[in-house]
């Protein structure tokens, strides 16, 4: 009997083991966690990177992204944000991630006034490796539509004087399905350690 009931606790003593393991895996992997909706899909693009490559939507397809509107001479939202982008990159390099399982593009909405050299300058500002960060510039009017069609950030004036625009960072999935949009002026609504998480879940996925 007594043998009976020390196999008894053994066994249960195993079940629990293996449950809990099966928990940190699970909790590990990000399973049976609710996974960030579907917002919309990109339409396809093609532009120019600073090395003078032409870029287009699927030569990132299959990689998790950070997608970014700005201008270079903007006074004020686009440097900060994308210092911001910056930081996350350095994070993702901690673990190996940053431009093998995820990428960033920033598209100057303003390719009349940035040229390459301009805008490889406005990158070099905050350190930006591209490798896995492309900056890109294109057709004005295809810009801006992608912009405001695609991930519906609002976009006003024509010229790099005058422009009132939303400050919005976008996430994209390995099927270019645009799954979160982060509110980049406001600090709550863009946490570092928040977006890491945020791209670890999509390449896991």
Partial sequence: MNT???????WLLLAVCV????????NALGLG???????????????????????SRDDTKGKARLMYFYFTSCPDVCPVTTFLLSQIQNELKKDDLFGKDAKFVSISFDPKT?????????????????????????????TRKLMVESFKIPLLGN?????????????VDQDNNI???????????VKIEEVVKDIKNLINE
């Fill in 114 to 142: 940035d040229t390459r050299d301009k805008i490889k300058k406005f990158g070099d500002r905050f350190f930006a490796d591209y490798n896995g960060w492309y900056f890109l510039r294109g057709d004005q009017e295809e």
């Fill in 33 to 55: 966690k609710s996974k960030l909706p579907v917002m919309g899909q990109v339409a396809d693009f093609t532009m120019e990177n600073v090395d003078g490559k032409t870029v």
């Fill in 19 to 26: 449950i809990a393991a099966g928990f940190l895996v699970s």
């Fill in 4 to 10: 009976l009931k020390r196999y008894k606790w053994t």
């Fill in 179 to 189: 799954r979160r949009m982060y509110d980049a002026g406001n600090p709550d609504d």
């Fill in 159 to 171: 010229d790099s004087t005058n422009f009132t625009h939303g400050n919005r960072i976008a996430l």
